[in-house]
């Protein structure tokens, strides 16, 4: 089998090195409808694609045939989504928070501490002080979709409440009116799927 930089021009190799994209992580999906060269990508374990062209005559796309140099904030969505990450709870009175902190596993107590600072600072998150991170997972792969799970799994919990930060009105949506326990059990839930 080729190599993937062998098919790739020179604008596409200058690409994926400049968005840190790693030529293992390309799937060669040429002539193949999207459908198919989606499940072999996966298969594969690769996260982007070399495909036929989108209108602007670019190749290189995310697995569902979107394009990455049209639209390159994919490509870090589908970092944050794959990745390796912590996945935290926090609570604040009858409020409970499940985040994430991106590419911080060596890292994760000092990672914490200042998801936890900041989620204390400026009146803090959703307009509540007094966030303590109460459980995390260190995760090497799927801690954004871990994420995005879990909160699913939460909607009927869900609460928005606006808040300051930066001087900027902003409204915080990973917010849930529920037990810390039927948070954990959430993103347990959630790591189950994903294994």
Known sequence: MESILSILTEDEKEFISHHGIDPSDIFDGRGEIIRVYHAKAKEKGCRYVVANSCPYGHRLKDRHGHCLVCNPSLISFTKRESGKGVVYIAYSGKYTKVGMIENNINLKDVALNKREYRLNSEGGYAGREGWQTVKSWQLEKNAGKIEREAH????????????????????AKEIFECSIQTAIDAVKKAIDKNK
Not at 155 to 165: D, F, N, Q, R, S
């Open 152 to 171: 699913k799994l939460l909607e009927k919990y869900k609460v928005e409440k606006g808040y300051i930060y930066s001087g900027e009105l902003r409204n």
